[in-house]
C-alpha cells in the first residue's frame, strides 16, 4: 500500500463503489480523483469497477419484459378460492353436542340411581348446644305442671317485688 496524494489506496478503493454511483461529497470525489490520477493499481481498479456498474445497468432495463404475467389465469384462482363452496360445519357442531349431552346422561344416570337410597345416610347436622337446652324432649303432664309453676313463681316475685325501675347495667347484654 503506498500513499498517493492525500488518502491511502486502501481508503480509495473502499469509496470506489460510492465514486462510480456518484454518492461522495465533492470534497471527497476531489480527493478519489487526485488518488486515482497518481496511483496506476487503484486506477485499473477503479476501471473494472466503471464498467461492471455499466453493464449491470444495461442488463437492468430488460428484467421483467421476457415474462408477462397472465391476469386472467391469476384472477380465476383467486375467484376460485374466494367463492369456493364451504364445507358445513353446522354438521360437526350439532354431532359434537350430541356426543357430549349422550356422555352427560351415561355418568349422570347411574349417579342419580345410586343416589337415591343414600340420603339417609348423610351426616346429620349436631345440633348448637343453646337449642339443645331450651327444647323439651316430650311434653308430658309433669312437665306441664313444672313449666307452669315455674311462670306462677317468676309472676309472683314480679307482682311482690314490682318491676325494677333502674336502667340495665351495660355489662348485662355482653357474652361471659
Excluded at 364451504?86 to 344416570?109: D, E, F, T
Excluded at 337415591?116 to 348423610?122: A, E, M, P
Excluded at 316475685?157 to 361471659?176: E, F, K
Amino acid at each position: 500500500m503506498t500513499k498517493h496524494s492525500r488518502i491511502s489506496c486502501y481508503q480509495c478503493q473502499s469509496q470506489l463503489s460510492h465514486y462510480v454511483h456518484d454518492e461522495l461529497s465533492p470534497l471527497q470525489r476531489r480527493k478519489v480523483a487526485q488518488h486515482l490520477t497518481s496511483c496506476a493499481d487503484c486506477d485499473r481498479i477503479y476501471r473494472t469497477e466503471k464498467q461492471i456498474a455499466q453493464q449491470l445497468g444495461s442488463e437492468m432495463l430488460f428484467v421483467g419484459r421476457g415474462h408477462v404475467p397472465d391476469f386472467a389465469t391469476i384472477w380465476a384462482s383467486v375467484e376460485h378460492e374466494v367463492f369456493k363452496p364451504k364445507s358445513q360445519p353446522a354438521r360437526y357442531s350439532v354431532r359434537h353436542g350430541l356426543v357430549a349431552i349422550v356422555l352427560m346422561l351415561a355418568l349422570m344416570l347411574p349417579l342419580m340411581w345410586l343416589g337415591r337410597g343414600t340420603s339417609s345416610d348423610l351426616v346429620q347436622q349436631p345440633v348448637p348446644v343453646i337449642e339443645a337446652a331450651t327444647q323439651m324432649p316430650l311434653r308430658t303432664e309433669a312437665a306441664t305442671d313444672v313449666a307452669l309453676n315455674i311462670n306462677e313463681t317468676v309472676e309472683s316475685i314480679i307482682v311482690r317485688r314490682g318491676l325494677p325501675d333502674a336502667v340495665p347495667v351495660p355489662s348485662a347484654t355482653q357474652t361471659p
